[in-house]
Nanobody, 126 residues
């Protein structure tokens, strides 16, 4: 059974940093697209970033480019999202998601992922 578990969320002041983790189990991590998404109250879900576990190719939404960094530790079946220079508008529940084929990251913002985690809350105070 595919399982994704996010952790690392919390409350931080504007300008601060957090690192989210997405621990995966139940599937081979070698060639997957792992995406991070977020949803704020009253807003649509937004694709934040994606990484191909096969070749490390990364994608970022314009709103986080230069501030957020995604990485993968295939030995630990874990993907990280390092979030720096956080802003109040980054406040949301953050989800990781997985689908086979690292190439799928190219269209990650459409959100067509097979498996989703339960989410972790990130709150940025001003």
């Amino acid at each position: 059974e595919v399982q994704l578990v996010e952790s690392g969320g919390g409350l931080v002041q504007a300008g601060g940093s957090l690192r989210l983790s997405c621990a995966a189990s139940g599937f081979s991590f070698d060639d997957y697209a792992i995406g991070w998404f977020r949803q704020a109250p009253g807003k649509e879900r937004e694709g934040v970033s994606c990484i191909s576990t096969s070749d490390g190719t990364t994608y970022y939404a314009d709103s986080v480019k230069g501030r957020f960094f995604i990485s993968s530790d295939n030995a630990k079946n874990t993907v990280y999202l390092q979030m720096n220079s956080l802003r109040p508008e980054d406040t949301a529940v953050y989800y990781c998601a997985a689908r086979p084929g690292g190439y799928a990251c190219a269209g990650y913002r459409r959100g067509y992922f097979h498996s989703w985690g339960q989410g972790t809350q990130v709150t940025v105070s001003s």
